[in-house]
């Protein structure tokens, strides 16, 4: 068991036939993701080459998903078309299968766009939306596995830790941190970096929670809002499984925007060392660098009897 | 002015750059008082204080003054325009004001405040409006929370008029009031939503004599990512406020933010860039510099991302940490090359790669004549970068 997204999930592309798309999709193939095709409108009837094999394009989501029944789909369309093509996922996986998992990698969709499109997506609720603006989610398997997303895929391995970050190449520091220990890891999901996304911390604390194969979990936050707050004090109550933290930003200026959309002090909220003190309260093993991510993991695992 | 064209009613005023042309606004606006403010990009404008850039003389206490006669609007437009105005949300800096509005008085029975943004929590368009207007709503939020009113819009149905009325009796508004601000936040949802707002906070709002609802002062944020399907924004930035080398790393699609340290520092991810200024400090450095090369950075880009960070004449050394996904370590390593031979590079520079192709990164690294430190993980490099310019001083 992983979360979500099962080793063997069958995966369609949105926006395959461009250049993003279609690099990606073959690293995911490449990786050993069951890739089933993809959907790009007006390009449907053609095929695509990835490592050397034919994939089917079809027009819409409801063509590619009633061909081929796939559990989920990943979203590499531009900023201008991704909401849409959010909602036309949700509104696919919601009429013919009750359920599906989105991953949107875009970055830069417009905030507006994102409200209304997460607004839809709530309300169907059987439809999991993961990003935007994000690496993606990966289940490692014993050999292959589901790779959806950017994330490099030979830097993981399968394991018992689980991953949830608000950034991309901090949670490939995490992922190398656990292999530094000799530990592999259930699932990786990034939640994204941008003011309004689709699954949340809590969301991901809670899977891991209940999943098996999960035995420890790293949690990256940044600076801007208070998910991580509202996450470490919902982990305090419901989870018992360790959980190793690190926040990003520290040193980020007030007021000024850090990269990601969403990564900006305000109003003097949302400050690291906010971050930092509610993991701490909620009994959260904080490292204060990434790069001993994996020092204090293994102190978490064996405090919990787990090495 | 955005809310004038969105039909929110607002007071009679004038744009202006110079002394010669706020008289002039005076004369033109035929109301004996009027309100003098300077226009920045930032609020708590009425509490900061003037200073003459250079020196950092106090000029005047407050960036917004109400004039009472042609010789005061003189004074106050000659104490701000050109000088430093540093607010609560300016940060010590300040900003120098280069634009002043000449507003017409009215007749005020009560400031209110009143804001719409995109609310994290709820992931949707909030609206909070206060019958506590003026100039202290952060105070407001932070001591009496419970006088702050919110409505949250559902995206997808729009402003309903039910919530329209419940935040207006909220405020103590009924007949005229009631319905001229129900009318009013049609129009502000409206614009809102079609000019991509990120966030619009109208303070004061004020309820006239006569019962209306008129936006006294205004402040507009705008959603980045929807530039693209506003051409009109151009027009609306003042880019003297901005720093030239944060508006140009944008334009080669890097995110750079200046900060007060010695240390620059050239990442790859939002999150792996703030964690790297993070551990710099944890080490005892400072850095000077947040920059993100992005996911697909070629080796042009790495060049430009040097030359922004060299600009900075406080940096003393430089720290690059790449954690290579799609990006491979190798053409990292020849991009840090070539701009370490093209800009004649002299302070110490630190390299850690990881991921993707690491060890031919790393060999080609070696084999370079530069003078280049590699190192294995982050803290490693920061200890080194840390120390490397620490043995300079």
């Given at each position: 068991m992983a979360i979500w997204i099962e080793e063997d999930a069958k995966v369609l592309v949105q926006g395959i036939t461009g250049k993003q798309g279609m690099f990606h999709a073959d690293k995911m193939v490449e990786y050993g993701t069951q890739i089933v095709g993809g959907c790009t409108p007006g390009k449907g009837g053609q095929t695509v080459e990835l490592q050397g094999k034919q994939f089917p394009v079809w027009h819409s989501m409801t063509e590619a998903i009633t061909a081929t029944d796939a559990d989920a789909t990943v979203i590499y369309v531009p900023p201008p078309f991704a909401a849409e093509a959010i909602m036309e996922a949700a509104d696919a996986f919601d009429s013919l299968k009750g359920e599906g998992v989105i991953v949107c990698i875009t970055e830069g969709i417009p905030t507006l766009d994102m409200v209304k499109a997460v607004a839809y997506v709530d309300n169907r609720p059987g439809v999991r939306l993961i990003g935007p603006n994000c690496p993606g989610i990966i289940t490692p398997g014993a050999s292959g596995g589901a790779k959806i997303g950017i994330?490099?895929?030979?830097i993981h391995a399968k394991g018992r830790i689980g991953i949830v970050s608000k950034s991309g190449t901090l949670t490939y520091e995490a992922v190398a941190q656990t292999m530094s220990i000799d530990e592999g890891q259930s699932t990786c999901v990034g939640i994204g970096g941008d003011p309004v996304n689709g699954t949340g911390f809590i969301e991901c604390l809670a899977a891991f929670e209940h999943?098996?194969?999960?035995?420890a979990i790293i949690m990256i936050g940044e600076i801007g809002g208070n998910a991580e707050q509202e996450a470490a004090a919902w982990a305090a109550d419901n989870v018992t499984k360790p959980i190793v933290g690190f926040v990003a930003g520290a040193t980020a200026p007030p007021g000024?925007?850090?990269?990601?959309?969403?990564a900006i002090i305000s109003g003097g909220k949302g400050t690291a060392e906010e971050k930092f003190a509610a993991f701490r309260a909620a009994g959260i093993a904080c490292a204060m660098?990434?790069?001993e991510l994996g020092k204090v993991l293994l102190e978490s695992l064996k405090t919990a009897g787990l090495r | 002015m955005l809310l004038r064209d969105a039909g929110v009613p607002v007071l009679e005023g004038v744009h202006c750059t110079t002394v010669d042309e706020a008289l002039n606004a005076y004369d033109a606006l035929g109301s004996k008082v009027v309100a003098v403010k300077s226009q920045i990009h930032a609020g708590g404008r009425g509490k900061g204080t003037m200073y003459t850039p250079g020196t950092k003389d106090v000029v005047m206490e407050g960036g917004v003054k109400i004039a009472f006669s042609k010789d005061e609007v003189k004074t106050y437009a000659s104490n701000i325009l050109g000088n430093l105005l540093v607010t609560i949300q300016t940060g010590g800096e300040g900003k120098i004001v280069n634009n002043l509005y000449i507003e017409a008085g009215c007749d005020i029975a009560h400031e209110y405040y009143l804001a719409l943004l995109v609310d994290r929590d709820t992931k949707s368009v909030l609206i909070m409006a206060s019958t506590e207007g003026g100039m202290d709503i952060e105070e407001v939020a932070e001591h009496t929370p419970e006088l702050i009113h919110k409505v949250v819009v559902d995206a997808n149905i729009g402003l309903l008029g039910f919530q329209k009325r419940d935040l207006g009796m909220a405020l103590g508004l009924s007949g005229a009031s009631l319905k001229s601000f129900g009318k009013m936040l049609s129009s502000m949802y409206t614009m809102f939503c079609a000019e991509d707002c990120a966030m619009v906070e109208i303070n004061p709002l004020v309820r006239t004599g006569a019962d209306e609802m008129v936006a006294l002062d205004a402040k507009v944020s705008f959603?980045?990512?929807?530039?693209?399907?506003?051409?009109?924004?151009d027009d609306l930035r003042d880019l003297s406020e901005e720093e030239d080398t944060e508006i140009r790393a944008k334009e080669t699609g890097l995110s750079y933010v200046k900060l007060d340290g010695n240390i620059g520092c050239l990442v790859n991810g939002a999150g792996l860039a703030m964690a790297t200024m993070d551990v710099i400090k944890l080490y005892g450095g400072e850095p000077a510099n947040f920059l993100d090369v992005g996911g697909g950075a070629n080796e042009e880009q790495v060049k430009t991302a040097f030359s922004i960070i060299l600009?900075?004449?406080?940096?003393k050394g430089i720290l690059v940490n790449i954690f290579g996904g799609i990006m491979r370590c190798d053409i990292i390593a020849r991009g840090v090359i070539a701009a370490t031979e093209a800009l004649s590079l002299e302070v110490p520079l630190v390299v850690r790669l990881a991921g993707t192709n690491v060890d031919e990164g790393k060999a080609i690294l070696a084999s370079s004549t530069l003078n280049i430190h590699p190192a294995d993980d982050l803290a490693e490099g920061a200890q080194k970068i840390v120390a490397l310019i620490g043995g300079e001083q």
């Open positions: 994330m490099p895929g030979h999943d098996s194969q999960t035995e000024k925007r850090m990269g990601h959309a969403g660098d990434p790069s | 959603d980045e990512n929807a530039e693209f399907r506003h051409k009109n924004w600009e900075d004449q406080n940096v």
